[in-house]
């Protein structure tokens, strides 16, 4: 069967399907012919009365399509996932105590270190921050791997010559 795919700009193009294809394979269809991304794809079918489509398993024929129906294509915008605001990570001192802190995943390392003087007490000159076994000195604490809920180690610097 023909059905003919409409754009909001008021572009038809026909397509041929098989009654028994699924909406996922139309899409896949239309991202072939039309080059429209399956995921920014919304099809709403014509049938008598105007339906979305949010079941890309279901069959064409399930939504009452028919030779010459006509289906409204929509295309949408991915939506970017939104980095978290604050994640937590646990700082683990020479004496093997845990303590948690709340950052900004693109917090820097110097940022991070003054946190630490105001919390543990040690002086940001005197702490050496290591992570996944690489020594933390500068840029983000994101360069170095830190996550949500990851465990940097604070070792003091060993002092003499």
Do not use: W
């Not at 008598?48 to 409204?72: C, M």
């Not at 948690?100 to 003087?117: C, G, R, W």
Request: proline letters at 4%.
């Amino acid at each position: 069967m023909d059905l003919t795919i409409s754009l909001l700009k008021g572009e038809r193009y026909t397509l041929r399907v098989r009654p028994h294809d699924t909406v996922g394979s139309l899409k896949i269809l239309i991202q072939q012919k039309l080059g429209i991304a399956c995921e920014t794809q919304k099809l709403v079918f014509e049938n008598g009365s105007n339906t979305t489509s949010n079941d890309d398993s279901a069959t064409l024929e399930s939504y009452g399509l028919h030779s010459g129906a006509r289906v409204n294509l929509l295309v949408t915008l991915p939506t970017p996932p939104t980095p978290p605001t604050q994640i937590q990570v646990f700082l683990k001192n020479d004496k093997g105590v845990n303590s948690t802190y709340d950052i900004k995943p693109d917090e820097t390392v110097s940022h991070f270190k003054s946190k630490v003087e105001a919390s543990e007490g040690v002086a940001v000159s005197q702490q050496r921050l290591v992570h996944e076994g690489k020594v933390m000195n500068e840029g983000k604490l994101s360069d170095y791997h830190v996550r949500a809920n990851s465990t940097i180690f604070l070792n003091m610097r060993l002092r003499g010559g």
